[in-house]
T-cell receptor
Framework: GENVEQHPSTLSVQEGDSAVIKCTYSDSASNYFPWYKQELGKGPQLIIDIRSNVGEKKDQRIAVTLNKTAKHFSLHITETQPEDSAVYFCAASSPNTGFQKLVFGTGTRLLVSP | DGGITQSPKYLFRKEGQNVTLSCEQNLNHDAMYWYRQDPGQGLRLIYYSQIVNDFQKGDIAEGYSVSREKKESFPLTVTSAQKNPTAFYLC??????????????FGPGTRLTVL
């Protein structure tokens, strides 16, 4: 089955710096890659997603890139702000099971210092 | 206000007791999911349901049971057979997926602690 690895597990940056989180996946049939942000004590919230027919997607300060050949995708946050501090999860979805099963990475704790 | 609600927020259980976690959604979603989250790990799928009166085991279903009698409700029972039940439990829902891409919306979670 699908396996998703995520790095780093912890990332500390200064306010205004960029942050990059990387994920790799194993199932070449995976075709949907969402990123979720989880604040302390809350459920994850989708912040951006990308389909396998697209190489890059951007939404204001957040961008995601996908390299299907290498089977990895990355989240880029520019001009980081203290409110970006949270745990970020990547996920991959394969339709092989007949429904959209999400397999999650282990999460990256991002700390943005003022 | 549309969304997913989970109750209770915190739950304490003695060993050997069954406990039921509530999940309700008013988003009119067909599909619902239960995940377990442990420190330093990603979310792992326990059970999912694509339609009323039907549900399937996920990757870690042992020691858990669910029901889906109504579209808006998907309760999870943690039984005494679950060896390590202390965890953060998340419920999610989405429009019917099939092989298409649909955002999963998550509830606020229930933190279960076994004493």
């Amino acid at each position: 089955g699908e396996n998703v690895e995520q790095h780093p597990s912890t990332l500390s940056v200064q306010e205004g710096d960029s942050a990059v989180i990387k994920c790799t996946y194993s199932d070449s049939a995976s075709n949907y890659f969402p990123w979720y942000k989880q604040e302390l004590g809350k459920g994850p919230q989708l912040i951006i997603d990308i389909r396998s027919n697209v190489g890059e997607k951007k939404d204001q300060r957040i961008a995601v890139t996908l390299n299907k050949t290498a089977k990895h995708f990355s989240l880029h946050i520019t001009e980081t702000q203290p409110e970006d501090s949270a745990v970020y999860f990547c996920a991959a979805s394969s339709p092989n099971t007949g429904f959209q099963k999400l397999v999650f990475g282990t999460g990256t704790r991002l700390l943005v210092s003022p | 206000d549309g969304g997913i609600t989970q109750s209770p927020k915190y739950l304490f259980r003695k060993e050997g007791q069954n406990v039921t976690l509530s999940c309700e959604q008013n988003l009119n979603h067909d599909a619902m999911y239960w995940y377990r989250q442990d420190p330093g790990q990603g979310l792992r799928l326990i059970y999912y349901s694509q339609i009323v009166n039907d549900f399937q085991k996920g990757d870690i279903a042992e020691g858990y049971s669910v029901s889906r009698e109504k579209k808006e409700s998907f309760p999870l029972t943690v039984t005494s057979a679950q060896k390590n039940p202390t965890a953060f439990y998340l419920c999610a829902s989405s429009t019917q997926s099939g092989t298409s891409y649909n955002e999963q919306f998550f509830g606020p979670g229930t933190r279960l602690t076994v004493l």
